[in-house]
């Protein structure tokens, strides 16, 4: 079993930044994979985000959806078992429940969501 526990969602202006932090109940040097997803009401949970080859120093396995790219960076810390999403230039078409998710051993794992708002 996996836990993963989102924080660093909050209210901020068009244009400002926000870090949100995914810190998770065991190793993460052993999962496949880890990211972010957002979802607003009435709509599709959307992959913002995500690493894959958790195990790799480099970065190579880093993706983003159109809309994020050029304004977010998802990195990780393998020492404190956490995955960090890093949003700069906010838009109110960001505004969102924004969960973790990590996939180990064939399964997905998710978070209970933190939320991000943006607005003047």
């Known amino acids: 079993q996996v836990q993963l526990v989102e924080s660093g969602g909050g209210l901020v202006q068009p244009g400002g930044s926000l870090r949100l932090t995914c810190t998770a109940s065991?190793?993460?040097?052993?999962?496949?994979?880890m990211g972010w997803s957002r979802q607003v009401p009435g709509k599709q949970r959307e992959l913002v985000a995500v690493?894959?080859?958790?195990?790799?120093?480099?970065?190579?396995?880093?993706n983003y959806a159109d809309s994020a790219k050029g304004r977010f960076t998802i990195f990780k810390d393998i020492i404190k078992n956490v995955v960090y999403l890093q949003m700069n230039s906010l838009k109110p078409d960001d505004t969102a429940v924004y969960y973790c998710?990590?996939?180990?051993?064939?399964?997905?794992?998710w978070g209970q969501g933190t939320q991000v708002t943006v607005s003047s």
């Open positions: 690493i894959t080859k958790i195990n790799d120093e480099s970065n190579v396995g880093v």
């Open positions: 998710n990590a996939h180990l051993d064939g399964r997905d794992y």
């Open positions: 065991r190793n993460i040097f052993s999962f496949y994979s």
